[in-house]
């Protein structure tokens, strides 16, 4: 079975810094797809930005990078610039191909509050 | 990305009645759409897997003639709580697996929040 680690239940940043948010699984699967997604206070979860296992290279989108080493099962997200907007809870998500009839396994989340 | 919908977001209903919960996905079809509840601060948790036109497969510790789900279409899944009372008050959120351009990807519902008085 799979596991996510998420070892910051609370974060903070001030407006316009970094922030680096962990996570970590453990798979015996070499195929899967790893995200990042956003739980603003609405509690719409949002897609913050995806990750395939088979590229080496790391996922970017916009603000939003991650920092993927495969061996490690690392898989870390760092916000640049942050904005206000940003205040939210974010889970990592881990996921099986559905070839494989897998199910998406979650984070227990991190609370991040950016502060002005 | 895809759109997924849910209806109704909130709902409110006596104990002992059953309240429908509707999830589509409104620009892709979805073979696969997945049921989570959430409490505050805390992760999702799955309660069943979706399959259109076959059975529903619910996770352990969830009672499947207490929440009954229905995948008719490519497009529509209902999650439905039978005879709710006060204890399944909770957040519900669907999903739905997108398999266009070979990107699998799961997108979500805006969530339902139902009340049972």
């Known amino acids: 079975a799979q596991t996510v680690t998420q070892s910051q239940p609370e974060m903070s940043v001030q407006e316009a810094e970094t922030v680096t948010l962990s996570c970590t699984y453990d798979t015996s699967e070499?195929?899967?797809y790893?995200?990042?997604y956003k739980q603003p206070p609405?509690?719409?979860m949002i897609l913050v930005i995806r990750q395939?296992?088979?590229k080496q290279q790391n996922a970017t989108e916009n603000r939003f990078s991650v920092n993927f080493q495969k061996a490690a099962k690392s898989f870390s997200l760092k916000i640049s610039d942050s904005q206000l907007g940003d205040t939210a809870m974010y889970f990592c998500a881990f996921m099986t191909p559905n070839t494989n009839a897998g199910k998406s396994t979650f984070g227990d989340g991190t609370t991040l509050t950016v502060k002005p | 990305g895809a759109v997924v919908s849910q209806h109704?977001?909130?709902v409110i209903c006596k104990s002992g009645t059953s309240v429908k919960i509707e999830c589509r996905s409104l620009d892709f079809q979805a073979t696969t759409m997945f049921w989570y509840r959430q409490f505050p601060k805390q992760s999702l948790m799955l309660m069943a897997t979706s399959n259109e036109g076959s059975k529903a497969t619910y996770e352990q510790g969830v009672e499947k003639d207490k929440f009954l789900i229905n995948h008719a279409s490519l497009t529509l899944s209902t999650l439905t709580v039978t005879s709710a009372h006060p204890?399944?008050?909770s957040f519900y959120i669907c999903s739905a697996r997108d398999f266009r351009g070979f990107q699998e990807t799961q997108y979500f519902g805006p969530?339902?929040?139902?009340?049972?008085?």
């Open chain 2, 87 to 89: 204890e399944d008050s």
């Open chain 1, 30 to 32: 070499n195929n899967y």
């Open chain 2, 8 to 10: 109704p977001s909130r």
């Open chain 1, 52 to 54: 395939e296992a088979y």
């Open chain 2, 111 to 117: 969530g339902t929040r139902l009340l049972v008085l």
């Open chain 1, 42 to 44: 609405s509690r719409q």
């Open chain 1, 34 to 36: 790893l995200f990042w």
